[in-house]
Nanobody, 122 residues
Framework: QVQLVESGGGLVQAGGSLRLSCAASGRTFSSYTMGWFRQAPGKEREFVSGISQSGGRTYYADSVKGRFTISRDNAKNTMHLQMNSLKPEDTAVYYC???????????????WGQGTQVTVSS
């Protein structure tokens, strides 16, 4: 089992940057694929980015490709999402998730953090 805690959210102007972090408890972090999802008010939770156990494979939603970068540090049990060129439509609660496969479907992830709010003003 793994517990996940996100941090790094906040309020930023359009065009700015934020770096989200996800800290994981437990000694088996490296055995999990990891993902970032987001949910805006009144909308479904959507896939943002995913990363394989080793970090060698990364995946992005088309809406964030070229602007966001996912990474992980298995020695420190952490995952990050560097978000650049932020847009108002990136405003949402961002969640990190752990699973056994990299997937764009939220239901395929087993563990979730509590979320961190990202607000991008125009």
């Amino acid at each position: 089992q793994v517990q996940l805690v996100e941090s790094g959210g906040g309020l930023v102007q359009a065009g700015g940057s934020l770096r989200l972090s996800c800290a994981a408890s437990g000694r088996t972090f490296s055995s999990y694929t990891m993902g970032w999802f987001r949910q805006a008010p009144g909308k479904e939770r959507e896939f943002v980015s995913g990363i394989s156990q080793s970090g060698g494979r990364t995946y992005y939603a088309d809406s964030v490709k070229g602007r966001f970068t996912i990474s992980r540090d298995n020695a420190k049990n952490t995952m990050h999402l560097q978000m650049n060129s932020l847009k108002p439509e990136d405003t949402a609660v961002y969640y990190c998730a752990a699973g056994t496969v990299v997937a764009t479907t939220a239901g395929l992830y087993d563990y979730w953090g509590q979320g961190t709010q990202v607000t991008v003003s125009s």
